[in-house]
Nanobody, 115 residues
Framework: QVQLVESGGGLVQPGGSLRLSCATS????????MGWYRRAPGKERELVAA?????TTNYADSVKGRFSISRIFNTVYLQMNNLNAEDTAVYYC???????????WGVGTQVTVSS
């Protein structure tokens, strides 16, 4: 059974930084893409960042230049710098396995940016 375990969320002041981690296990197939979505109160879920096999990355316009996604084996990281109140949300890790056409999700980790 594929499992995703997120960590690193919390409360941070505006301008601060956080690093989210998502460790995955249980997949018999290679993981084709991993990334992070977020859902802020009263807003639609949005893709924050994704990394595809081979290293291609994709970012939401609102986080470009501030967030950086990376992957080491089956763990994906999201380095978030210069955070602001609009970044407050629950952040969800996901992965996609093309061989089975399935996606998997973590339970989410809360990021709150407030002074």
């Amino acid at each position: 059974q594929v499992q995703l375990v997120e960590s690193g969320g919390g409360l941070v002041q505006p301008g601060g930084s956080l690093r989210l981690s998502c460790a995955t296990s249980g997949s018999s197939f290679s993981i084709d893409s991993m990334g992070w979505y977020r859902r802020a109160p009263g807003k639609e879920r949005e893709l924050v960042a994704a990394i595809i096999n081979g290293g291609t990355t994709n970012y939401a316009d609102s986080v470009k230049g501030r967030f950086s996604i990376s992957r080491i084996f089956n763990t994906v990281y999201l380095q978030m710098n210069n955070l602001n109140a609009e970044d407050t949300a629950v952040y969800y890790c996901y992965l996609w396995i093309a061989a089975t056409k399935r996606e998997y999700w973590g339970v989410g980790t809360q990021v709150t940016v407030s002074s």
